[in-house]
């Protein structure tokens, strides 16, 4: 499977928009660091198709990429086919 990132986005407190931060550093069995959802827990990074943004924009709505608080944000992946944990 070969897909490209197009964000990496991360907030500081939950409950907001993430924001396009271009990299950050990734801690195993944690997340990304300094982003809200990091921790010892099940969702320490989530990701989205960028494909999954641009049918919401199609349909009217203004988002980009940490607009569903997904940190990673990729093209050419099926996401789907990821088990939890990859």
Do not use: Y
């Not at 993430?18 to 010892?40: R, S, T």
């Not at 827990?41 to 009217?60: D, Y």
């Not at 607009?67 to 939890?84: C, D, K, M, Q, V």
Request: aromatic share 2%; net charge negative.
């Amino acid at each position: 499977m070969e897909g490209i990132v197009t964000a990496v986005c991360t907030s500081e407190t939950k409950g907001v928009p993430k924001q396009d931060v271009g990299q950050a550093n990734l801690i195993e069995n944690h997340g990304l660091d300094g982003d809200a959802h990091a921790g010892p827990w099940h969702r320490q990074v989530s990701l989205l198709a960028e494909e999954s943004i641009a049918k919401m924009r199609a349909k009217g709505l203004d988002v980009g990429p940490g607009a569903f608080a997904e940190n990673i944000t990729a093209r050419g992946l099926n996401l789907p086919s990821l088990p939890i944990g990859t």
